[in-house]
C-alpha cells in the first residue's frame, strides 16, 4: 500500500487546482533555494538601496554594498539552512562556510559593480541587479557542495532526488 505522506497548510490551498504538484516543486531543494534566493535579493536589494540612499555620499555604493552584504549573510543563512539544505548541527562550521562563500560572492559582486557603473555607465541599482543575477548561480553550487557540506556516511532526512549522500540536506533538526 502507498501512502502519500501529508501535506499541511493553508485549508485554501486544497481549492487550488494542482496544489499537490505546486506543493511537490516547493520541496524541491532548487525550488527552495530560489524562493529563499528571491526573498535574500529582495532583502539584500532593499538593504542596498537603504544605505546608498541614506549614506551613500559618506560611504559611496562600495561602503553600502558592503553593508547590505552583511544584512544578507545574516537573513540567508538562516533561511538557507533551515528551507533549503535543511541540515542540523555543524551550526558555527556552517556559518564560517557560509560566511566564506558570501565573501567570495562579495568580491566578484565588488568587482563587477563598479564595472557596470563605470565602464558601463549604468545606474547603480540596475548594475547590482545584474552583478548579484551573475554571482547567485555559483553561490547556489558553492553553499551546496562546501556551506551546507555533510560527511558521505550522514543518514539522509528524507529519500529524494534532492538528498543525495554527501551534500547538504543529509540530516534535519526539527
Do not use: C
Request: hydrophobic residues 50%.
Amino acid at each position: 500500500m502507498t501512502t502519500t505522506p501529508p501535506v499541511t497548510g493553508p485549508p485554501w490551498w486544497h481549492r487550488i487546482p494542482g496544489w499537490h504538484r505546486i506543493v511537490a516543486l516547493l520541496r524541491r531543494r532548487e525550488s527552495a533555494y530560489l524562493a529563499v534566493g528571491a526573498i535574500n535579493t529582495l532583502v539584500g536589494l532593499l538593504a542596498f538601496a537603504g544605505f546608498e540612499r541614506l549614506l551613500g555620499d559618506t560611504i559611496g555604493y562600495l561602503g553600502a554594498l558592503v553593508l547590505a552584504y552583511a544584512v544578507g549573510i545574516a537573513v540567508g543563512f538562516t533561511l538557507h539552512r533551515r528551507f533549503v539544505f535543511k541540515v542540523r548541527g555543524g551550526v558555527w562550521l556552517d556559518l564560517v562556510r557560509f560566511v566564506g562563500v558570501q565573501l567570495g560572492a562579495l568580491t566578484v559582486n565588488a568587482a563587477l559593480l563598479p564595472a557596470f557603473v563605470e565602464l558601463a555607465h549604468l545606474p547603480v541599482l540596475p548594475a547590482q541587479v545584474l552583478a548579484l543575477a551573475i554571482t547567485v548561480v555559483a553561490s547556489y553550487f558553492a553553499h551546496l557542495y562546501f556551506s551546507f557540506r555533510r560527511p558521505a556516511g550522514a543518514p539522509a532526512r528524507e529519500q529524494d532526488p534532492g538528498s543525495g549522500q554527501g551534500l547538504a540536506g543529509g540530516d534535519d533538526d526539527r
